[in-house]
C-alpha cells in the first residue's frame, strides 16, 4: 500500500509550463515545510541544486501513477494549458491539484470545489494555498474526492459521445 504523504509536479523546461515558478513554488515549499516529500517527475533531466526533491525522469506508466498516488496535492504552474492531461491523471488518482487559472486547467477545475486555482505567476499564493490545505485534512480529502467525481467526466467515451453529438448536429 503507497502512502499518500507529500506533493508532486512536473517538471517541464517549456516557456509555457512557467519552469522558473514550478522551481519557486517548490524551493518555498521545501524551505517552510522541510519533512514534505516533494515528488517530480519529468522528461528533462532534474534541475541541478533540486536535490531536495524525489525526481524520476521519463517515468513509465506504473511509476507515474505510484507518484500521483503518493502525492496529496498536485502542484501546475502553467502559464497556458490546452485540455490537461496531467491534471486528469492527478485528479483521476486522488490527488487535489493546486493549479494556476490558465484556460485549462479553469475549463476543469472549480476553485475550493475540487481543486484549488491560484492567478498565473503568483508563486507565494500557490505556497500559501498548498501549505493551508495541506494543514487541513478534512478540506483536502473533501477536494480529493471532489476531484475524483470531477475528472470521470473526462473520458474517452464521453468525449467520443460529444464528437458525435457535435458532427450530427452539423448534418441536420
Same mark, same amino acid.
Given at each position: 500500500?503507497?502512502? *499518500?504523504? @507529500?506533493? @508532486?509536479?512536473?517538471?517541464?523546461?517549456?516557456?509555457?509550463?512557467?519552469?522558473?515558478?514550478?522551481?519557486?513554488?517548490?524551493?518555498?515549499?521545501?524551505?517552510?515545510?522541510?519533512?514534505?516529500?516533494?515528488?517530480?517527475?519529468?522528461?528533462?533531466?532534474?534541475?541541478? +541544486?533540486?536535490?531536495?526533491?524525489?525526481?524520476? +525522469?521519463?517515468?513509465?506508466?506504473?511509476?507515474? *501513477?505510484?507518484?500521483?498516488? +503518493?502525492?496529496k496535492v498536485w502542484i501546475v504552474t502553467s502559464r497556458?494549458? @490546452?485540455?490537461?492531461?496531467?491534471?486528469?491523471?492527478?485528479?483521476?488518482?486522488?490527488?487535489?491539484?493546486?493549479?494556476?487559472d490558465n484556460a485549462g486547467s479553469a475549463e476543469i477545475?472549480?476553485?475550493?470545489?475540487?481543486?484549488?486555482?491560484?492567478?498565473?505567476?503568483?508563486?507565494? %499564493?500557490?505556497?500559501?494555498?498548498?501549505?493551508?490545505?495541506? %494543514?487541513?485534512?478534512?478540506e483536502l480529502e473533501r477536494l480529493a474526492e471532489a476531484?475524483?467525481?470531477?475528472?470521470?467526466?473526462?473520458?474517452?467515451?464521453?468525449?467520443?459521445?460529444?464528437?458525435?453529438?457535435?458532427?450530427?448536429?452539423?448534418? *441536420?
Amino acid at each position: 500500500d503507497i502512502e *499518500r504523504n @507529500g506533493v @508532486g509536479a512536473l517538471y517541464s523546461t517549456h516557456p509555457n509550463k512557467a519552469p522558473e515558478d514550478m522551481e519557486c513554488v517548490l524551493r518555498e515549499l521545501h524551505e517552510s515545510i522541510p519533512e514534505l516529500p516533494i515528488h517530480v517527475l519529468g522528461t528533462n533531466a532534474c534541475p541541478p +541544486q533540486r536535490s531536495f526533491v524525489k525526481y524520476t +525522469q521519463l517515468p513509465t506508466v506504473d511509476e507515474a *501513477r505510484r507518484i500521483y498516488n +503518493q502525492s496529496k496535492v498536485w502542484i501546475v504552474t502553467s502559464r497556458t494549458e @490546452g485540455l490537461p492531461g496531467v491534471v486528469l491523471e492527478a485528479m483521476s488518482c486522488g490527488c487535489v491539484v493546486a493549479s494556476t487559472d490558465n484556460a485549462g486547467s479553469a475549463e476543469i477545475i472549480s476553485h475550493s470545489k475540487d481543486g484549488i486555482l491560484t492567478r498565473i505567476g503568483e508563486t507565494d %499564493q500557490m505556497v500559501h494555498a498548498v501549505s493551508e490545505l495541506l %494543514q487541513k485534512p478534512t478540506e483536502l480529502e473533501r477536494l480529493a474526492e471532489a476531484s475524483r467525481s470531477r475528472a470521470s467526466d473526462f473520458t474517452w467515451a464521453k468525449a467520443a459521445d460529444k464528437m458525435e453529438s457535435f458532427l450530427s448536429s452539423l448534418n *441536420r
